[in-house]
């Protein structure tokens, strides 16, 4: 598979005053061609600092990517000058949010919004680009986009406006693309659509694709590679079907427990299974334990789990884990 | 739209009417009785009843607010007590030399702020941004009259650069006379308004649109200027056109100081001599220009958020 996007060691840390998060910690993935990697993991885990990193978005300050690389076609986007940078955004590597609602300008049509990022990029007649607008409207499957271009973002529901922001991210047809919650926001039948839509773009352009939730339903559903966060660190990581059937790393159980499920017993009744939970909450990234950062949540946590942090270790082809217990 | 303005304005005439009532109750019931005022001590009981009957003092309160009313909707307020001009001439002609000070001060304030808060909204959290900010809350808490006498003194009299006060209604030696105060004017309101704006822009530089601009590969300037500045709007419309309408009352100590024949002037000097009549015409005609400003303000809105519009679409 060819790599479109490595992420090597990447470090991002935020400077409060208390001191320094480690929101990213030595953190590695990539993502090849026509692939989908889903990035899982709980709130704070990381996941969206590590791809705003990749975009080189984080707010500075008080965030700083403190080292590792971001190599998209061999050229580590880290080094890039800002105009190189603005370049390869909404032009090579694009990007969508989790919230739909807010993501757009209010104050600008849906279709000054798309034009802008296609003038930018490419080099057309303002004719062109408003076609291109619409064609893209039309691409993400939203009806009669001659006229829905020229209407305001708050004239749309939150599909619409997720299509809005999917047509204007794949607008200069990008190599990669990061989706940062794309569903989180919105109703289920709608997040069936949209993760439908970006399947079906994915397989018409042969886009990377990066999808950040923590929806393990989603994960199921889309990605071919699976790698799950915790505390900034990357703790699991493998193909997706070897990660749904065979997961070892014990906060990965966790989180494939935490599903609801809903079964019927033999008599045709629907029989509730009482949800799974991981006790306790994510560790302060400023007061993190010695040894595993999962030690004190972890029902398999063993004296040696609290002497050096693990490394990632193979388990598998291409599966590994940031666990020394074989449970 | 028009019926939104007609309504709206049907609307203010409630308003108009309390602030009728409140004004007349404060200067006829609360007040006491200008007629001592005006015939000094030595006034004898017979000249005080003459002239509480020549003013219509003397007839009961209704009849009188009935006149005050009749007043307000002919704008015609009579003589003023101290000067005997026709207070609605008085009015009219001092409009014109307090606009020539306050609305190109007003709108250099503006100019200047806007461009300083764009600054520093984008240099946020460093040194240009803090000296900036101190600079402003520096320029705030120095008092107006401060400001003047430090102008006339050494800018006009030592240095000469500007006649010390003056007015003259030829052009371009108006502008010669009311460069000074314009000045002092811009530097009274500028560190306000620099942080009135900066707070303005900033909250929107946080928004998310502001990332998904970055990520579509704007650059900063293009940000700001365009997708930044435009939601600002809202906040920066409120602010000018509340307070455009207002500008035709002048600024009381500037003209007074520089002896610049507008309202704000005159409205002291009517303050110094009880001039009753005058005083109760700048209060009513403030609270028109008031109510002005708001609607003027809603109509405003819609030039510049989409999302508000008169015909509810």
Not at chain 1, 160 to 166: A, D, E, G, L, T
Not at chain 2, 126 to 143: A, E, F, K, N, Q
Not at chain 2, 257 to 273: C, K, S, W
Request: net charge neutral.
């Amino acid at each position: 598979m060819e790599k479109i996007l490595e992420v090597k060691h990447l470090r991002t840390s935020f400077f409060a005053e208390e001191g320094e998060i480690k929101a990213v910690d030595d953190v590695s993935f990539s993502v090849g061609k026509g692939q989908t990697l889903g990035i899982v993991g709980e709130s704070g885990c990381g996941k969206s600092v590590a791809n705003l990193s990749i975009m080189r978005l984080i707010p500075t300050p008080p965030g700083r990517i403190m080292g590792g690389e971001v190599l998209y076609k061999g050229r580590d986007l880290l080094k890039l000058d800002m105009s190189e940078m603005r370049h390869i955004r909404g032009n090579e590597i694009s990007m969508i949010f989790q919230e739909p609602m807010t993501s757009l300008n209010p104050v600008f049509t849906i279709g000054n919004q798309i034009c802008e990022a296609i003038a930018l990029h490419q080099d057309l007649p303002r004719k062109e680009v408003r076609n291109k607008a619409i064609e893209m409207l039309k691409l993400v499957g939203i009806s009669s986009p001659e006229k829905r271009v020229d209407d305001y973002p708050h004239q749309l529901s939150g599909g619409m406006r997720q299509r809005v922001m999917i047509a204007m991210a794949l607008s200069c047809s990008p190599q990669v693309l990061i989706a940062d919650e794309p569903t989180t926001a919105l109703d289920v039948t709608i997040q069936a659509q949209i993760l439908d839509l970006l399947m079906e773009l994915q397989a018409k352009v042969g886009l990377g694709l990066i999808l950040i939730t923590h929806d393990l339903g989603v994960v199921a559903e889309v990605a071919d590679e699976v790698i799950v966060m915790y505390a900034g660190r990357v703790v699991e990581q493998g193909p997706v079907r070897e990660i749904f059937a065979n997961p070892k790393m014990p906060y990965t159980r966790g989180l494939l427990n935490s599903i609801p499920v809903l079964r019927k017993d033999p008599t045709g009744r629907i029989k509730k299974k009482r949800l799974e939970t991981i006790p306790g909450i994510v560790p302060n990234l400023l007061h993190l334990p010695q040894g595993c950062r999962f030690q004190d949540r972890c029902t398999h946590a063993a004296p040696e789990c609290r002497q050096a942090e693990p490394e990632l270790r193979a388990v598998g082809p291409d599966h590994s884990i940031r666990c020394v217990r074989d449970v | 739209m028009t019926v939104y303005l007609l309504r709206k304005l049907l609307g203010t005439i409630p308003t108009i009417f309390g602030v009728a009532l409140i004004v007349f109750l404060l200067f006829h019931v609360v007040g006491g009785d200008p007629t001592y005022q005006m015939l000094g001590k030595y006034a004898t009981a017979e000249q005080v009843a003459e002239l509480r009957h020549q003013l219509g003092f003397d007839q009961p309160l209704h009849r009188q607010f009935v006149g005050f009313l009749r007043e307000i909707v002919t704008f015609d307020f009579g003589e003023s007590y101290a000067t005997k001009q026709k207070v609605s001439r008085m009015i009219l002609d001092g409009i014109v030399p307090s606009l020539s000070l306050t609305l190109p001060a007003f709108f250099l304030t503006t100019l200047i702020a806007v461009v300083i808060g764009l600054l520093v909204a984008y240099f946020r959290g460093r040194w240009i941004d803090r000296v900036t900010v101190l600079l402003c809350v520096l320029g705030m808490s120095v008092p107006v009259l401060a400001y003047i006498l430090f102008g006339q003194y050494f800018l006009a009299y030592r240095l000469q650069l500007f006649p010390i006060a003056g007015y003259d209604p030829e052009w371009p030696e108006r502008l010669v006379y009311l460069a000074l105060p314009i000045l002092i004017s811009v530097m009274v309101s500028v560190g306000f308004s620099v942080r009135f704006y900066r707070t303005a822009l900033i909250e929107e530089t946080s928004q998310d649109y502001v990332r998904t601009a970055r990520a579509k590969g704007l650059s900063e300037p293009r940000i700001y200027l365009k997708h930044v500045l435009k939601n600002s709007l809202v906040p920066i419309v409120t602010n000018v056109v509340m307070d455009l309408p207002l500008l035709v009352l002048g600024a009381f100590l500037l003209e007074k100081f520089f002896g610049i024949p507008g309202l704000g002037g005159i409205t002291i000097n009517a303050v110094h001599d009880s001039d009753f009549q005058v005083i109760k015409a700048m209060t009513i005609f403030q609270s028109f220009l008031f109510i002005l400003g708001n609607v003027l303000t809603d109509v405003a809105y819609t030039l510049v958020d989409p999302r508000v519009s008169f015909d509810g679409r």
